[in-house]
């Protein structure tokens, strides 16, 4: 499972950064297109630290630090927000990620909870890909810059309090992703760590019909 789950974390991933592209190429933006990274091919996308390094380490330290969350990222997706003219433009681009996570989610666990019957390989396996789609879904949406839901959020926002958060976003973007990783890595940790756990298991429940 160890294995498996690393693969499947990759996977949900690639398609989530795959996922902005293709939405930002609808809205107008071809820089993705451009760049090479509308493709399922991992070699594009896979960042060595992000999609290997961190969610691996993260897996082997659980028994130990009983840290509630397996994380990682790919090459983020280039996209150009000059081509993205429409108010919501930036923001559907953001939650296009998160919201193909929660597709795989729902798919596997409706699955999940129609297979029914005595736990087999075949379950444990849909309820991996649910989990980890879950919990990419779930975390990226917390409107923490670089993550998705500080666009989704910086859209939405009316009039001098968007601009005032767009500033904050894109200084603690400058930081560079793994120094806001790390960051966003420790306030999860020590802020966010319980409410999301409980709020990951009422919807896996509420969504698979079965308690984790």
């Given at each position: 499972m160890f294995f498996?789950?690393?693969?499947v974390l990759i996977v949900s991933v690639i398609l989530h950064e795959v996922a902005h592209g293709y939405m930002a190429n609808w809205l107008g933006d071809p820089t993705a297109k451009?760049?090479?990274?509308?493709?399922?091919?991992?070699?594009?996308?896979?960042?060595p630290i992000g999609s290997i390094l961190l969610p691996g380490l993260l897996l082997i330290s659980q028994t130990v630090t009983h840290f509630p969350?397996?994380?990682?990222?790919?090459k983020p997706v280039p996209i150009n927000p000059h081509y993205l003219t429409g108010k919501y433009d930036e923001a559907l681009?953001?939650?296009?990620?998160?919201?193909?996570?929660?597709?795989?989610?729902v798919i596997f666990g409706l699955a999940i909870r129609f297979?029914?019957?005595?736990?087999?390989?075949?379950?444990?396996?849909?309820?991996?890909?649910?989990y980890l789609n879950m919990v990419l879904?779930?975390?990226?949406?917390?409107?923490?810059?670089?993550l998705d839901g500080s666009r989704v959020l910086a859209s939405i926002l009316p009039g001098p309090l968007g601009r005032w958060y767009d500033d904050f976003r894109y200084g603690f973007e400058r930081?560079?992703?793994?120094?806001?990783t790390l960051i966003i890595m420790l306030i999860f940790y020590y802020v966010l760590a319980g409410p999301f756990s409980?709020?990951?298991?009422?919807?896996?429940s509420l969504l698979t019909g079965v308690a984790i």
């Open positions: 498996f789950s690393l693969i451009l760049a090479g990274r509308l493709t399922l091919n991992p070699l594009a996308h896979i960042d969350l397996l994380i990682g990222y790919a681009t953001a939650f296009a990620g998160p919201g193909t996570n929660i597709a795989i989610a297979i029914g019957g005595p736990e087999t390989p075949l379950q444990d396996a849909f309820t991996t890909i649910t879904a779930l975390f990226n949406l917390i409107p923490i810059p670089p930081m560079g992703i793994v120094s806001s409980v709020l990951l298991q009422a919807m896996f």
